[in-house]
Structure formats: C-alpha cells, structure tokens
C-alpha cells in the first residue's frame, strides 16, 4: 500500500480519520477566500505603481496559468482525493523525498503568507487608529483566528463561508457601481471616470515590458490559495463529484474578480492617482461618495486579510497531519482532537506566526514585501510539484499503470512543461528588486535544511 492511500487512517483511538464535513460550497468560498486576500486588496496598489494598467496583463498571463494548475490538480483529486494532496501526489508520482518538500514547504508557504496578512491588518487599522502600533492589531487577529480554527471543521467552514462571502460581494459590488459611474457619468467621479483612463495615462504600458515582468512577483503571490482545494479534499462531502466542479467553479470566478475588478478600479481612478499604501479598493469606494463608504470597505480588506489568514491556518494543520501520517513529521501532528481537528498542528502554526508579530513591531516598513516574497517561493515550489506530478501521473495512465478519470487537463505534457517554465521566469525575477531578492536567500537555506531533516529521517533509528 502507498503512502497515499495510508493519509486517511487515523493515529488516535477514534474510528475515523478527518470529518467529511465540507460541502461544495465551504469548498468554493475556502478556496477563493484563501486567494482573495492581501495579494489583490493591498499588493495591487504597489503593483499598479509598477506597471499602470499592464497591471492587467500580467493578471491575465497568469490567469491563464492558474487554470492550467487548477485543471491538472482538478484531475489528481478526481484520481484520488486525499488531504495533504500536493504532498501525496508528489510523494507517489515524483519521490518520497518530492513528497516530503513539498509537504513542509507548504506549510512553510501559508505561515509566512500568514504573516503577510496579519501585517495587512496592521497596516488596514492605521486607517482609523494611525497612533497604534503595526503590530497589535496583528497579535490580536492571530489570537483570534487561532481559537476558530480549534472548532469542528463544518463550524469552520461556515465561517469562512460568510467570510469569504462577504470579500466576493463586495468586489461585485465595486464591478457593478462603477459600471453604472462609468456608463451614466454618476456623481463627480463620473466626470472622469471612462474605461480610456486605461490607455490615456501614459499608454497601458507606461514602463513597458519590464514594468509587467516586475509585477509578477505580486500577481502570482495573489492567485495563491487557489490550490486550497486540494487540502479539503480530506473532509469533502462525496469529493469525486464535488472536488472537479468545485475547482471550475473557482477558476472562473477568481480570473473575473481579479481582472474585473482592477479594470474598473483603473477606469474610475487614473492609475497614477492611486496611492502606493492605501487599499485602491478603500479609495475608490471613498470616491464614490456614499456617506462611510471608505470606513466599510476598509472593514471589509481587515475581514479579506483575516480570512485569508484564517485559510493559511486550516491548511498547515492538515498538511501537518498528512505529513505525521507518512511519518514525516512529529507523530503527535497526526493526532485529532475530540473534534476531529489537527490541533497540534494548528498550535505549532500559531506560534510560528507569531514571528510575523514580532517582525512588525522591529521592521514594520519592510515586512510586507519581504513576507509576500518568501512566501511566493512555497507557492511556485507547490504548483511546479502539481504540474509534475501531473505529467506522470498521465504518463502511467497511458502505460495501464494507473486508472484514468474524465476530468482531465488539456494540452498534456507541452503544457505542464511550459507552465514550470514560466513559474520558473517568475522565480528568476524575484532577483531584480532588493526587496524581492530576500527570497532568493531564504530558500536555499529552507531547502538545505529540509534535505539535511530528510537524511536524518531516513537513518536506521531515527524514523
């Protein structure tokens, strides 16, 4: 027997491994509110400043790779639906040791993209409190989400739900506002506003190119979550059926929301006017000129942040899980509590976090890019491993060696390889910003540590 198929059985005295409690639409909002976050309410504004309205492009470029992504890890949960499933697909169709750095870099990824959200709901509250520390804000959002993350998981994703649900129809309501402003010249910003401001404000590539290619680092970094839903496929309610419609479902409503939503943005306000720090989403809904508007939306990118954070929580706790069920991990992660909940997982991830906190109160100007860099790097790591894992997963089927399933990705093997080529490009171009460049540091040091951890594990008495 795998490894894969050994994720499911429990290590403690109950007669069941995680509760198959999420419907398909926890499923759906989980993933989108762990995508729609810090990356489009927060990172856009300094990616805008970047590149202007070819801004656009780069989301579209890798729009399209995400669909691919979603696609082949869409087929691998069709062909076996397990939590942890990144880890589990590389494990079985790469290599154990696959398996075992793309678990802990997962993990890693979400603790750090953590990070980057509390640091956004720091940055959110000096909207209204500009004298309070960075990092308190962030402390108190940890402590909290940390508690809903110990409840039983369908209480859990009902509140993510209406989390979640709360981020989508308010960038609904921004595409639709400002559709009637832009078409009806409401208000004052109707005088300028116009879908022209896309090309007139010093062309829709104002710094070219290279200006596009800068801002990938933060358009990838804001699609990412989007593979949550991989790591419920553990606790999906009849998941060979909800997991391929769920994903569909969730490709098409991001790509809409991100580009819609910045394309309105762009059109209501001339790129150049929009501040580096602020949310554009907070100004625009400032111009528009209902009373309070601007103190409801900035409620609203404090609720998109922690929900966001609250995602990142969930899945380190079961990718912790999964990894202590390969006994690749400490055995007391694989351990469920009365509520059938990971929690030791969730207490280590918690604590981990903490750094963030920390991080805020000693360097509070640097720590967003810093984190959101980082945390790119798990990100890239987790989908070239997908679209691996992909390709041979195909490659046994169309020898008999593994059972084929109807959802499938297209444009098998040219396009696995030519989505890695591009990650790749995205992972070079970190290297081009000193800000971004930490990254680059950062992960060979977490890899090294992470083979020299695998070495150990595989020596006679030390498993």
Not at 204 to 232: D, K, R, S
Not at 261 to 275: E, F, G, K, R, T
Request: glycine content about 10%; overall charge positive.
């Amino acid at each position: 027997m795998s490894a894969v198929e050994n994720t499911q059985a429990p290590t403690h005295g109950s007669e069941g491994g995680l509760a198959r409690s999420l419907r398909a639409r926890h499923i759906q909002l989980i993933a989108i509110g762990g995508t729609i976050g810090v990356g489009l309410f927060l990172g856009s504004a300094r990616a805008i400043q970047s590149a202007g309205p070819g801004l656009l492009l780069a989301y579209g470029v890798g729009g399209a790779v995400i669909f691919f992504i979603m696609r082949a890890l869409g087929e691998l949960l069709t062909y076996r639906p397990v939590a942890g499933s990144f880890a589990s697909y590389a494990d079985e169709f790469i290599s154990p040791f696959a398996g075992f750095l793309t678990g802990w870099s997962y993990w890693f990824m979400w603790v750090v993209t953590g990070m980057a959200e509390l640091t956004a709901i720091g940055i959110y509250f000096h909207f209204w409190f500009p004298d309070i520390p960075q990092w308190v804000p962030a402390l108190i959002a940890l402590v909290m989400l940390y508690g809903s993350n110990l409840l039983v998981v369908r209480v859990f994703g009902e509140l993510e739900f209406w989390f979640a649900l709360v981020k989508v129809l308010t960038i609904v309501a921004l595409i639709l506002g400002g559709l009637a402003v832009i078409v009806f010249d409401i208000g004052e910003l109707g005088r300028t506003a116009s879908f022209s401001n896309l090309w007139t404000q010093g062309g829709f590539l104002p710094f070219g190119i290279l200006g596009v290619l800068l801002t990938l680092q933060m358009v990838m970094f804001a699609y990412a979550g989007v593979e949550l839903i991989g790591v419920t496929a553990g606790e999906a309610e009849n998941p060979t059926v909800m997991l391929p419609r769920a994903t569909n479902s969730v490709i098409y409503r991001i790509l809409i929301f991100y580009i819609g939503a910045l394309v309105i943005v762009m059109a209501l306000v001339p790129w150049h006017q929009l501040s580096p720090t602020l949310s554009p989403f907070v100004l625009v809904f400032d111009k528009f000129g209902v009373p309070g508007a601007s103190h409801v939306m900035n409620l609203v990118v404090i609720t998109a942040a922690a929900s966001s954070c609250n995602s990142g929580l969930y899945s380190t706790g079961r990718m912790l899980y999964t990894l202590a069920l390969r006994r690749q991990a400490p055995r007391a992660f694989g351990v469920l509590n009365i509520r059938l909940v990971p929690a030791t997982g969730i207490h280590v991830s918690a604590a981990v976090m903490l750094i963030g906190v920390a991080l805020n109160y000693v360097v509070p100007e640097e720590v967003f890019i810093w984190v959101t860099s980082i945390a790119l790097i798990g990100t890239l790591w987790t989908w070239v491993i997908i679209m691996l894992a992909h390709r041979n997963y195909r490659a046994r089927v169309q020898q008999g060696h593994a059972a084929g399933v109807s959802y499938r990705m297209p444009g098998w093997p040219i396009v696995n390889w030519l989505v890695i080529a591009f990650l790749l490009v995205v992972t070079a171009m970190l290297g081009l910003a000193p800000g971004t460049r930490v990254a680059l540091y950062v992960a060979p040091i977490w890899f090294a540590l992470l083979g020299f951890s695998y070495l150990r594990l595989k020596k006679p008495g030390t498993a």
